[in-house]
């Protein structure tokens, strides 16, 4: 919810299956439930929130994947093409469990579950 509904469009042009929270969930909804329904669902989060992130790489969890950002501006116009082809050099890694973070400059990926391979 912290994201425009813009950014779908940009997302969608290129080919990606995105939808708006607010298309499938309510407004308030708690984290929890956003991250239970990707995860059901086969999808990642987007977002600017650093929780769903962090929340998810503390965790053993390899699912949803998170793509978060960490940049001066959101706008959809502004970083929409930016998001999308990092979605697309990620594609493998977001579909096995991954944090994807697109800052200025630079993007980082991290899969997700490394706790668990760490203490294995």
Sequence with gaps: MNLAPARVP?????????????????????DTDIIDWARSSGRAVTTADLDF?????????TAPSVIQLRTGATLPGRVGPVVARAIDGARADLLSGALLTIETGRVRLRPLGLDRIDQA
Excluded: F, M, N, T
């Design 10 to 30: 940009y997302l969608q042009s290129p080919g990606h299956d995105a939808v708006h929270w607010s298309e499938v969930g309510a407004e308030d909804a708690p």
């Design 53 to 61: 992130g962090i929340a998810l790489a503390r965790s053993d969890a």
